[in-house]
């Protein structure tokens, strides 16, 4: 099968993209980088947390999972607005799907900075520790999850996915950063 960029039969209730609200430009960047997708992505406008800029990042991460509890989605995806996609194998999608309903992952990333990687039974999935929160499918048992951590200690968000949550990634990963924003 001929490489894709579609992610229209990807599993998921939702598409949450966290902007800063001055960063038009961004959000630009991103509709271009997925306009193949098939997506539908509504963007979470946040202001700057001037004093902590992580505890901002933490935050509107913590928003997300919040709007998608009250949505009552099964599954969202969030991105970062520096989210990039690349191209993929079709049947990847469908290995994504298969894996989130037979298993459930409470957080499945679609792109990150990898760290440690295991392999598991299921082509095209493998356990991960990793680094980065710029592309991830929570369940919405993950995302509660969340929101009882929602309390901010310091503790970046990545850094907290990686001790409170078994991950999973996409392998290979379909998104990673846009290396110059």
């Known amino acids: 099968m001929a490489a894709t960029k579609n992610l229209s039969n990807l599993q998921v209730d939702g598409v949450l993209c966290i902007s800063l609200r001055n960063r038009q430009d961004r959000r630009n960047l991103i509709k271009n980088e997925f306009a193949q997708s098939g997506l539908v992505i509504e963007f979470i406008l946040?202001?700057?947390?001037?004093?902590n800029p992580e505890r901002g990042c933490f935050?509107?991460?913590i928003k997300c999972?919040?709007?998608?509890?009250?949505?009552?989605y099964k599954?969202?995806?969030?991105?970062?607005?520096?989210?990039?996609?690349?191209?993929?194998?079709?049947?990847?999608?469908?290995?994504?799907?298969r894996f989130m309903t037979m298993r459930t992952p409470k957080l499945l990333y679609l792109g990150a900075t990898l760290g440690k990687?295991?392999?598991t039974w299921?082509?095209?999935?493998?356990?991960?520790?990793?680094k980065g929160t710029f592309a991830y499918i929570l369940s919405n048992e993950g995302c509660r999850e969340l929101i009882k951590l929602s309390t901010y200690t310091g503790t970046p968000i990545d850094k907290l996915f990686t001790k409170s949550f078994k991950a999973y990634?996409?392998?290979?990963?379909i998104c990673n950063h846009h290396p110059n924003v």
Not at 46 to 51: F, K, T, Y
Not at 65 to 72: D, F, G, I, N, P
Not at 122 to 130: E, F, K, T, W, Y
């Open 75 to 97: 599954a969202v995806l969030i991105l970062e607005d520096d989210a990039t996609l690349s191209s993929f194998s079709p049947s990847q999608i469908l290995r994504i799907n």
């Open 46 to 51: 946040v202001d700057a947390d001037v004093e």
């Open 117 to 119: 990687l295991w392999l």
């Open 122 to 130: 299921n082509r095209g999935i493998a356990r991960v520790r990793a």
């Open 169 to 173: 990634c996409s392998l290979p990963l």
């Open 65 to 72: 999972a919040t709007l998608a509890v009250e949505r009552r």
């Open 59 to 61: 935050n509107s991460h």
